[in-house]
């Protein structure tokens, strides 16, 4: 079964694992605005679990917008769960504000003892510095892109590191987009460092993820072929999940060996472990025959194909 609500759209999600229930938090709107393209600014944050990525127990909703005048009143979006040292749950998200009219995304972070009731810290924690990133420029492309964070511990124990969907201020608008990156010592403070790809064709790389599946250290992020430049719409004229091997889980990543997974409407999917050893992928139907869907697939198996994955 996948995760449908008859009442309200699902998009992005993210998990998490307690030890004994996979958590997913996503993206909900209600289906009363008619026109999904409505449902952006109109987002919170759902919450569901399940013992096998297929059967979903409905929980209450994780974070909905704040009341004005706030840095995210206006929609809550993407972002990712970690749990603390002292553990504690931290839920790394998009905000948007009115003020801004939803154009500029910044990250803030809420915490939960328990996976389900979330407390809001101050915030924002981090946004675009405009020494690496782009900021508000309409001429250039539709919005200020700083979201989406993927958070992670530093693989060698150096604290934690955010990667997040960004776009660097020169070179064709349309394909702009770079992995941003920030680091912090302890998940409360954090510093905006510079980004950890260069411009490779896509206009926005779309909740960034990295893995380790299989041995192989593989960076996901989604972009459909209308957000990306010229040249590199030519080379990838459908699919909208991308996958591309590194160094390891910081990098470096050669983005001319990008690849899309082969399926015509799975969209800001992320690779969930299921049981040891045993990767899906879990995203969102977009558009099929040119309606937006709305609802969790099924969990797609993943399988390591020489320096790269695909889908079984």
């Known amino acids: 079964m996948s995760l449908r609500l008859p009442d309200h759209w699902v998009w992005d999600s993210w998990p998490a694992f307690d030890g004994n229930h996979h958590h997913l938090f996503f993206l909900r709107a209600s289906r009363a605005l008619h026109d999904p393209d409505r449902r952006h600014l109109r987002a919170s944050v759902g919450h569901a679990r399940s013992t096998d990525l297929r059967t979903w127990e409905l929980l209450p909703d994780a974070l ?3 009341d004005p005048p706030a840095w995210d009143d206006q929609a809550t979006w993407t972002g990712s769960v970690v749990q603390a040292p002292d553990g504690t749950w931290r839920m790394f998200y998009t905000g948007v504000d009115r003020e801004g009219r939803g154009l500029v995304q910044r ?10 009731t979330w407390h809001r810290r101050p915030g924002p924690v981090t946004e675009a510095d405009p020494r690496w990133y782009e900021k508000l420029d309409l001429e250039a492309w539709i919005d200020e892109a700083w979201r989406d964070p993927w958070v992670l511990a530093d693989p060698d124990g150096d604290g934690w590191h955010m990667l997040v969907t960004a776009r660097v201020p020169d070179g064709d608008p349309d394909g702009r987009s770079v992995i941003g990156h920030a680091r912090s010592a302890d998940l409360e403070t954090w510093q905006v460092q510079p980004p950890l790809t260069t411009p490779a064709g896509f206009g ?16 996901v992020f989604c972009c459909w072929p209308d957000r990306m430049s010229e040249e590199r719409r030519a080379s990838a004229p459908s699919g909208g999940m991308w996958v591309v091997p590194g160094a390891s889980l910081l990098g470096p990543w050669d983005l001319t060996r990008a690849t899309t997974f082969d399926h015509p409407s799975l ?8 049981t040891p050893g045993d990767w899906v992928l879990l995203g969102f139907r977009d ?4 309606a937006f869907v709305g609802e969790i697939a099924d969990p797609l198996p993943v399988v390591r194909d020489g320096d790269t994955l695909r889908l079984a």
């Open 267 to 274: 969209y800001a999917a992320r690779l969930v472990e299921r």
């Open 107 to 116: 990250v803030g972070v809420a915490v939960s003892e328990d996976l389900i």
């Open 64 to 66: 909905v917008p704040a």
């Open 204 to 219: 926005q790389m779309e909740v960034p993820q990295v893995a380790v599946v299989d041995g192989l250290p593989v960076l």
């Open 287 to 290: 558009k099929e025959d040119g």
